[in-house]
């Protein structure tokens, strides 16, 4: 059975430093790994998917790695403003799973003024 | 775009009672997700349409049942509400005729069990 685990739970950085939050998984056979981000009250908003045959996915200030052989994704955020606090997850879909995903627990992220 | 839909956004049930959670999409996504997400356990499926006129179990998928009545609505049942269904419900679409697409979110339904 797929494990997917993020730690730290929790973070706390001041404004302008850059954010790295990981991401493991136990089963290397993953369809995508997608990063999503929950603001509080709210559902869940897409980042970036990295497909299996990907090694980084790039969107303005974030960047996520995937490396397969390790199961371990990384989520760079560059140069943190406040409105970056909010709830990161990670997802993985397997292959032949019909879209479904398996989440991480999530890391809640505090940028600090 | 409103994306997804999620009817009601809070609900306060008593132990035993029924009620339907009500989800649509207006982006001819062929496949829909229900999720439940409980404090420090991430989102957990409880099932899923592939397709219309397709239904499977998910992780979780005791005291709940599932209809997909058409290509844009998804809806979740639960026949008789227990505390420990207390949570967070929400609902998700995604094409699986694409591949590699995310899927989209709709805000969640608030449940509390009594």
């Known amino acids: 059975k797929q494990e997917v685990t993020q730690i730290p739970a929790a973070l706390s950085v001041p404004e302008g430093e850059n954010l790295v939050l990981n991401c493991s998984f136990t089963?290397?056979?993953?369809?995508?790994l997608q990063w999503f981000r929950q603001d509080p009250g709210k559902g869940l908003t897409s980042l970036l998917l990295i497909q299996s045959s990907q090694r980084e996915q790039t969107s303005g200030r974030l960047n996520a790695s995937l490396d397969k052989s390790s199961g371990r994704s990384t989520l760079y955020i560059a140069a943190s403003q406040p409105g970056d606090s909010a709830t990161y997850l990670c997802a993985v879909q397997l292959t032949d799973s019909w879209g479904k995903l398996q989440f991480g627990a999530g890391t809640q992220v505090v940028v600090t003024p | 775009n409103a994306g997804v839909t999620q009817t009601p956004k809070f609900q306060v049930l008593k132990t035993g009672q029924s009620m339907t959670l009500q989800c649509a999409q207006d982006m001819n996504h062929n496949s829909m997700y229900w999720y439940r997400q409980d404090p420090g356990m991430g989102l957990r499926l409880i099932y899923y349409?592939?397709?219309?006129?397709?239904?499977d179990k998910g992780e979780v998928p005791n005291g709940y049942n599932v209809s997909r009545l058409n290509k844009r609505e998804f809806s979740l049942r639960l026949e008789s509400a227990a505390p420990s269904q207390t949570s967070v419900y929400f609902c998700a679409s995604s094409d699986m005729g694409v591949s590699n697409q995310p899927q989209h979110f709709g805000d969640g339904t608030r449940l509390s069990i009594l």
């Open positions: 089963d290397s056979a993953i369809y995508n």
């Open positions: 349409s592939a397709s219309e006129g397709t239904t």
